[in-house]
């Protein structure tokens, strides 16, 4: 049985028959075993729960019961969305043993299109990072060299769709957390537009910037999932009440005739040397199918890191303030302790990037610096908007590459948060203006290493934005994983 | 320049006890020192971005009761009353 077929490919061989879920969840979780040792994408396998729910799915389809769209599909979550019953841990020694009293909207929606969920997969502690090298698990290795970094935080819902332990994951982009994996692992990984995806059940990290994203092996893929978990929740007064679309309809429309900005900030100095003829390359396909490509020019980019920090650690410095011991946290009594030190004894168990973070966070967020450093960022916020209005205004899409480097090694950054930092170079100007961005797998460096392609378009416009991402997609055969 | 002082002073705040003070110290001050890139940048507008909700998009004011499976994570004592440390 082949693992490595896509998501839809399953769907319709199910349909047909010539596939049975249990045979290909036993497989899969056969595969989990196999590959997991050196991957580590997993944090938690639901092994008996998902062959169960794979055996009830196949005796629906043979009584033929009406079947959720998902047809028994394995999916994998990132450990940072509520799945009630399941333990939801944020790869933090805090919520180690927390299991969320309630599935997130993503999750419901899922299951009650039958999906599958085979199991919770790694991150970067509560989403903090872009490697996956800080959780505190163990870091989750490349699958296409694992002496490298997946790219992260949602290391292991993009390693977990490369390694084909799963068929397509749900991770969450806060300043480019679905797109970095996606692009070190060889997989498409989408973050919406702000206010498309409910983010209930979302263990918070920064509520303004963040959002759940689909990872899968092609454009195809999370055009399906993006069809089952988009549109309007009561429970996230954030979500758009927009009419429902049909992300998979017309997908092949084409790009003829289209325009495509090519983000001047994002293409030139400190680009690796592969990654930027690879994004020529890319150029010069879409410019065959009948697009236009033009560069453009978004100087606010050159601020956005500072901003995007800035801002995303004063939110989590927030958010962090809820793992006091008394509602979420370890297990030991009260009796014995001052207030303070229960509370950071508690804390002790952070991680190095958390801490950071929560200390950034209050120093910018402080009587003497929030105008020098929270309102600022905020105005770049403001500012990168604005020129992204305009530029819209003049092109349809906008273009990069989605890391500005190649995958580089497990320990080589790790020790320097701001060179870390700066890798985010291409992604947080989305999170920052809402705008939705897609990473499209489009070559592989000499070494063998991913190299992915970013697409970008206008608020709400993922319709648009799937079209282009599924015409670049058709242009470059990619190798498969050897199994 | 950030003083050893402040950070101290922030960890505090925050309840955090810095087994390595000095690493995080030098860390958060090249991180900061990189966050004054801000101090340059010309501004034409001073309007920040904000999310507006019509008053209509608001629930409705009236008591939903919790349920109980969403509080079985608190510490509590045989009386099921939360238990928090001493505050002075």
């Known amino acids: ?483 | 320049m950030v003083e050893k002082k402040e950070i101290e002073h922030l960890a505090d705040l925050v309840k955090v006890d810095l087994n390595e003070p000095e690493k995080y110290i030098k860390q958060v001050e090249q991180i900061l020192n990189y966050f004054n890139k801000l101090d340059h940048v010309e501004f034409h507008s001073d309007d920040t971005l904000g999310i507006q909700i019509a008053k209509d998009d608001l629930r409705d004011d009236v008591n939903v009761p919790y349920q109980d499976s969403l509080i079985e994570h608190l510490k509590k004592d045989q009386n099921n009353f939360i238990r928090a440390p001493k505050m002075v």
């Open chain 1, 1 to 483: 049985m082949n693992l490595g077929i896509s998501a839809t490919e399953f769907v319709s061989q199910v349909k047909e028959g010539t596939i049975s879920v249990e045979e290909f969840v036993a497989k899969t979780l056969e595969r989990i075993d196999k590959v997991d040792k050196k991957i580590h994408a997993f944090i938690t396998v639901d092994s008996q729960n998902a062959l169960d729910k794979a055996k009830a799915i196949d005796k629906k389809i043979k009584s033929k019961e009406k079947t959720g769209v998902c047809f028994g599909m394995p999916i994998s979550i990132k450990d940072n969305i509520c799945t009630a019953g399941l333990k939801t841990t944020c790869a933090s020694k805090m919520l180690e043993n927390f299991v969320a009293p309630y599935d997130a909207t993503v999750t419901s929606q899922l299951k009650s299109e039958d999906a599958i969920i085979i199991g919770k997969v790694n991150l970067d502690e509560f989403a903090m990072g872009s490697t996956t090298e800080f959780s505190s698990f163990g870091p989750t290795r490349n699958p296409w060299n694992t002496e490298y970094v997946p790219g992260g935080s949602s290391g292991g819902s993009g390693a977990s769709v490369a390694a084909l332990e799963c068929l397509a994951s749900l991770g969450s982009d806060t300043g480019g957390s679905v797109r970095s994996p996606a692009s070190f692992c060889s997989v498409v990984g989408l973050k919406p537009t702000y206010g498309l995806i409910s983010r209930y059940g979302l263990v918070s990290y920064a509520n303004s910037i963040e959002q759940i994203g689909p990872v899968a092996k092609t454009v195809e893929d999370v055009a399906f999932l993006l069809n089952i978990i988009s549109g309007h929740d009561p429970h996230d007064n954030t979500t758009a009440k927009n009419p429902k679309i049909d992300y998979v309809k017309d997908l092949a429309t084409g790009i003829s005739g289209k325009k495509i900005g090519i983000i001047s900030q994002m293409t030139g100095d400190g680009v690796d040397k592969e990654v930027a003829s690879a994004t020529n390359t890319a150029i010069s396909k879409l410019q065959d199918l009948g697009a236009q490509c033009v560069p453009i020019s978004l100087d606010a980019v050159e601020h956005s890191i500072a901003a995007y920090y800035t801002i995303a650690a004063a939110e989590a410095s927030s958010n962090l303030s809820r793992y006091d011991n008394l509602r979420y946290g370890f297990d030991f009594g009260t009796e014995g302790y001052e207030f303070k030190a229960f509370i950071s004894k508690a804390r002790s168990n952070f991680g190095p990037e958390v801490i950071r973070r929560m200390l950034l966070g209050a120093f910018v967020l402080s009587a003497g610096y929030y105008g020098k450093y929270y309102l600022k960022a905020q105005k770049v916020r403001t500012m990168i908007k604005a020129q992204l209005d305009e530029a819209f205004k003049k092109v349809d899409y906008l273009i990069s590459p989605t890391m500005p480097v190649l995958p580089f090694k497990v320990g080589e950054k790790i020790d320097d948060p701001l060179k870390l930092y700066l890798t985010d170079i291409n992604t947080v100007t989305a999170n920052l203006s809402g705008i939705p961005a897609i990473s499209v797998p489009f070559a592989m460096s000499s070494s063998g290493l991913p190299i992915g392609i970013q697409l970008f378009a206008n608020s709400f416009k993922e319709k648009e934005l799937l079209q282009v991402a599924h015409a670049l997609q058709g242009t470059t055969t990619l190798p498969e994983i050897t199994p």
